[in-house]
């Protein structure tokens, strides 16, 4: 890595090692495709949301990368031969992350090197507190070795020492213990790794892989396999309940959004047959079966909605989301890989309190488009 800003330097991963720097192998290839429309759209929509809801029109290829000799620093910058390596499928974009990139370059000097001589996985990265990446960005890496044929169960992970308990749940539930953990400090530690696995992710900025399917079935049969029927298969649970995600109010919590009539909307889907439920307050192997059982799910954009990557195809995912154009649209593309129905009510743009509104009335036609869907008593075929 650079010993100074002037010294800065970058390089795209993937040409680096086309250059003889490690190997990459291709686990599903690149292809071009328009992005299905929302199956619901109301609300404060209007033609630059649609402009950017459209524009990804490339869904990236996965892959394994295999790095000697690769360094390490904060959340999982990769250094190689004193250059930082950016990735389009590891989410880190060459616009986004050269102020990063720049700090990490600056603060190097002060990083105390420590050396992991044994073959480790960068699992997690940037967001690696945040339970929502770890749903739809880190756990789903897991299926990627497997299906380039590691076994996960014998491998090693370099993961931040910060990295929440959360995640050492699922991690424990996938058959990976703590000793499998190599730890380090990501704001003191630069780590050199004799051999580093680099999984590439299943999303890529708003667009999800199809692999990601596979992905949910493979973590699933891990953590919590379904009952097998007579000739041998497994089968989903049935899926009947109406959850309302309400979204957290944890102090902690990142890029704060405030739904200015939560407790309205609370309140009519209550009426309307709903459980209104907070998963943080349950365990993990808790949320895996709420999520499972559920035939739709409603709520504001964010993490506590990402976990529609555990809820059975055929379940229906609405989310209430600001009118903002910084904030993507990842939930509508997992939910179609994953063969789900997803919709928004799109309101306001948010104010510097993160607040957002939407209309009573966009509501209760919300509501009605759910009764639609999968009225009391089932998914609807």
């Known amino acids: 890595m650079p010993e100074s800003e002037e010294d800065f330097a970058a390089a795209e991963l993937g040409e680096t090692v086309a250059a003889g720097r ?118 789903p890496k897991l299926y990627l070795l497997d299906r380039a044929g590691h076994d996960i169960t014998r491998l090693r992970y370099l993961l931040p020492a910060d990295t929440p308990d959360f995640a050492m749940v699922w991690l424990a539930l996938l058959g990976i213990a703590r000793g499998q953990i190599v730890p380090y400090d990501r704001e003191r530690d630069l780590v050199a790794c004799r051999q580093l696995l680099v999984p590439s992710a299943l999303r890529f900025a708003s667009r999800a892989s199809p692999l990601m399917a596979e992905a949910r079935r493979f973590l699933l049969d891990r953590v919590a396999p379904a009952p097998r029927w007579r000739l041998g298969r497994r089968r989903e649970p049935p899926a009947t309940r109406r959850l309302l995600i309400s979204r957290s109010e944890n102090a902690d919590t990142r890029n704060r959004r405030i739904l200015a009539e939560r407790a309205e909307l609370e309140a009519r889907a209550r009426a309307r047959g709903f459980e209104v439920v907070q998963p943080e307050g349950l365990t993990i192997p808790e949320q895996i079966a709420l999520f499972r059982s559920a035939a739709i799910l409603v709520g504001e954009y964010g993490s506590g909605l990402h976990g529609s990557l555990l809820a059975p195809p055929g379940a229906t995912v609405l989310a209430f989301r600001e009118g903002g154009l910084d904030l993507g649209f990842l939930q509508s593309s997992i939910d179609h890989a994953l063969g789900h129905a997803s919709g928004y009510v799109f309101g306001s743009a948010r104010s510097p309190e993160g607040i957002f509104s939407v209309r009573p009335a966009e509501i209760d036609y919300a509501l009605d488009w759910l009764d639609w869907r999968a009225p009391l008593g089932g998914i609807a075929p």
Do not use: K
């Open 22 to 139: 490690g190997q990459r192998t291709d686990l599903s290839l690149s292809y071009r495709d328009w992005v299905r429309p929302p199956d619901l759209m109301i609300g404060a929509v209007d033609s630059e949301l649609m402009r950017v809801y459209f524009e990804q029109v490339i869904v990236l290829g996965a892959c394994l990368y295999a790095l000697p000799d690769a360094e390490i620093a904060a959340e999982g910058v990769i250094g190689l031969d004193g250059v930082l390596q950016y990735a389009n499928e590891l989410n880190a974009y060459a616009a986004s992350s050269e102020g990063h990139f720049r700090a990490v370059a600056r603060g190097r000097r002060d990083l105390q090197r420590v050396s992991v001589e044994e073959p480790v996985v960068l699992l997690a990265g940037s967001g690696h507190q945040m339970y929502g990446h770890w749903l739809v960005d880190f756990l």
